[in-house]
């Protein structure tokens, strides 16, 4: 009889354990991700056709080990992102850039001439301090510079242009955020958000939404209406294109015209 009654007591165990695995870990699961199942954090429609628009879908042709598990699938030696795991590493990042008290000890470097413009507009948007261009070896390390900083959060464009600043953050213990490529390195990188970072409007269109949902938990703008500020403004445009509309664009002030042809004829 005390064999079969620890029997029994393995059986129930069993059974409650199947179906524990089978009914209550989904519903952990879904409450990991950083949306929780809210509808309020869930992926819009509109977000998706603005990724898939600017191609942000898109990765490289290789893929590192550590981004597998961001790839949906391959399709002509290209490897699918899966769009939903790139919103939820950016609800992720842009809690914890909301956590930090202080905006300007935020900052957000990008060398690459794509991501210069959105670096600057998330700065502008956010508060948090920018570095565009060029950046300078020992700005983490080395006291003695006028361009020395600490701050307690660093969010990168590309890890690969970008390794300089990544590797002077694991120096002094701060933590990384990076849009990562599939072929992107991972070292030293906390949280990689994976995207397409190849592309002029997907750089620009993910920090735009990256500033747009920091706003958004900082209670600055409200998720009920559209953010007035538009994903154009952090797009990368060249010089000559911008001098190139402004020539096209005629003069129409009858003032202007009329010194205009005053002038000519002296």
């Not at 209550?24 to 429609?45: E, H, R, T």
């Not at 301090?129 to 969010?155: D, H, M, S």
Request: proline share 4%; hydrophobic share 40%.
């Amino acid at each position: 009889t005390g064999s079969s009654g620890i029997n029994a007591e393995y059986f129930f165990f069993f059974v409650f354990f199947f179906f524990w695995q089978l009914l209550v870990v989904p519903l952990l699961y879904k409450q990991l991700n950083m949306s929780g199942g809210l509808d309020v954090l869930a992926l819009k429609k509109e977000d998706v056709t603005k990724m898939l628009a600017a191609g942000t879908h898109l990765g490289a042709g290789n893929c590192h080990f550590q981004m597998l598990g961001y790839v949906f699938k391959n399709r002509h030696d290209v490897c699918i992102i899966d769009v939903k795991k790139t919103w939820e590493k950016l609800l992720l990042a842009a809690r914890i850039i909301a956590s930090i008290e202080n905006p300007a000890d935020v900052c957000v470097i990008s060398s690459r001439n794509f991501g210069q413009r959105a670096v600057l507009k998330f700065a502008s948007h956010t508060g948090a301090t920018a570095i565009a261009g060029r950046f300078t070896p020992g700005t983490f390390t080395n006291q003695i510079q006028a361009a020395y900083r600490e701050p307690r959060l660093l969010v990168v464009t590309d890890p690969t242009a970008d390794h300089q600043s990544i590797v002077e953050s694991s120096y002094v213990n701060i933590p990384v955020i990076s849009f990562c490529n599939t072929d992107s390195p991972t070292k030293y990188v906390d949280i990689a958000i994976p995207c397409n970072i190849k592309s002029i409007h997907s750089v620009g269109l993910m920090w735009w939404l990256l500033a747009r949902e920091v706003k958004r938990m900082r209670g600055d703008i409200s998720r009920i209406t559209d953010w007035e500020i538009m994903p154009d403004l952090y797009f990368f445009r060249e010089e000559t294109k911008e001098e190139e509309e402004e020539a096209v664009v005629p003069d129409v002030h009858p003032r202007r015209r009329h010194l205009q042809r005053r002038t000519s004829r002296r």
